[in-house]
Structures are given as structure tokens and as C-alpha cells.
T-cell receptor, first 114, second 112 residues
Framework: AQSVAQPEDQVNVAEGNPLTVKCTYS??????LFWYVQYPNRGLQFLLK??????LVKGSYGFEAEFNKSQTSFHLKKPSALVSDSALYFC????????????FGSGTQLTVLP | DAEITQSPRHKITETGRQVTLACHQT?????MFWYRQDLGHGLRLIHY???????NKGEVSDGYSVSRSNTEDLPLTLESAASSQTSVYFC???????????FGQGTRLTVV
């Protein structure tokens, strides 16, 4: 079975400060890891993914994420937060085995304060 | 541009009625999924399909069914709507393994 944990329901950060949204995962086999963002009353938008290769992956809107195999983590980061980054963020995982369906974490509400 | 669309966007129905939510994608993806989103639970998988005539149960499949008669569509049916099925429903599709899934805009269903 595959699972994702997002330990923080809410993250608050001041505009211009760095932000981190945490994610840990559990899968059998190698993981494919994803971050999605959801704005109010909208669907989920893809931000970035890790499949293989460089542990630091870069995505849309200046976001990046670091894959750490030993800690089974895939934290989302951004060097300088914007008020417009305020949204709900979801981490998701697929096992590189036969499963193709995403398993999501419970989500983290990010609020960037002006 | 390819897209994935859901209809209706909003639906109010009565307890016990059968309801069908539509999902149509033009990505030509084999994989399609239905999720429900509830506060505190994130997104939970209801049903999924890996291709035409293939359907599988997800984590919260009780009271729901799907059918896949072509590549583009995966309608979700609530056999007898219950208040516990009030939720926001998202359809998604994806290509071969390791590719990201694309999501529809969601359907907000209220069962009264």
C-alpha cells in the first residue's frame, strides 16, 4: 500500500520569506512524487514531479522540491514567498510498480502574510 | 488544447435519487480516476480505469459505480444518493506511468 503524510494542516509565512511545506511518503518500490496546488473553487494544478535523477526538482511559479530517499520525504520549497502563493497544497505518490493511481496527502493550507 | 471537463459543476439532489456525474477528456489518456474531496481528508480515490472496459474500486467505492465504454469518458454514478455523499468530486486522467494527472474543475454535489 502507498501513503502520504502532510504533517501540517496550516503553514503561515511572511511575504518575502522562504517557505517549506512538508511531505513524507510510504511505498513499496521506487516512488513517483508530485506536488499539486489548489486555489479556491478550482481543480488541482500540477506544480512539479520527481521520477528519477536529480534530487532537487524545479517546477512552476518558482517552486522546487527536494527528494530525500533515506528520510522518505519530498518537501516543497520556495526561496521567497508571494501573497499569491496562498493556496492549498497537496503531495501525492505513485509506486513505480503496477499502480498508476495517485495517493494524496490531506493537504496543507499555505497562507502568505503581506 | 486538450482538456478534461466535468459536468455539471454544481448539483443538488434528494436522498435516494440516482445521480450521474460526467467526465470527458481529450488527452487520449488511458488512465482515468474519480476522487472526492472532503475537509480533513484530502482527496480519496473512488474508482479508476486503466482503459476501455476496465474499472477498479478505490478506497471509498461503496455506493458508487463507473463504466468505461470509450477512451474519453468515465461517468460516475451514485446509485442511491446519501447525505454522506455530499462532497466535491474531481475527475482526473493520466498517460503512461510517471506522468502527471490532469484534473477537471470539480463538481460540487449536495444531497438533501
Amino acid at each position: 500500500a502507498q501513503s502520504v503524510a502532510q504533517p501540517e494542516d496550516q503553514v503561515n509565512v511572511a511575504e518575502g520569506n522562504p517557505l517549506t511545506v512538508k511531505c513524507t511518503y510510504s511505498v513499496s518500490g521506487n516512488p513517483y512524487l508530485f506536488w499539486y496546488v489548489q486555489y479556491p473553487n478550482r481543480g488541482l494544478q500540477f506544480l512539479l514531479k520527481y521520477i528519477t535523477g536529480d534530487n532537487l526538482v524545479k517546477g512552476s511559479y518558482g517552486f522546487e522540491a527536494e527528494f530525500n530517499k533515506s528520510q522518505t520525504s519530498f518537501h516543497l520549497k520556495k526561496p521567497s514567498a508571494l501573497v499569491s502563493d496562498s493556496a492549498l497544497y497537496f503531495c501525492a505518490v505513485i509506486s513505480s510498480g503496477s499502480a498508476r493511481q495517485l495517493t494524496f496527502g490531506s493537504g496543507t493550507q499555505l497562507t502568505v502574510l503581506p | 488544447d486538450a482538456e478534461i471537463t466535468q459536468s455539471p459543476r454544481h448539483k443538488i439532489t434528494e436522498t435516494g435519487r440516482q445521480v450521474t456525474l460526467a467526465c470527458h477528456q481529450t488527452w487520449n489518456h488511458n488512465n482515468m480516476f474519480w476522487y472526492r474531496q472532503d475537509l480533513g481528508h484530502g482527496l480519496r480515490l473512488i474508482h479508476y480505469s486503466y482503459g476501455v472496459q476496465d474499472t477498479n474500486k478505490g478506497e471509498v467505492s461503496d455506493g458508487y459505480s463507473v463504466s468505461r465504454s470509450n477512451t474519453e469518458d468515465l461517468p460516475l454514478t451514485l446509485e442511491s444518493a446519501a447525505s454522506s455523499q455530499t462532497s466535491v468530486y474531481f475527475c482526473a486522467s493520466s498517460g503512461q506511468g510517471g506522468t502527471e494527472a490532469f484534473f477537471g474543475q470539480g463538481t460540487r454535489l449536495t444531497v438533501v
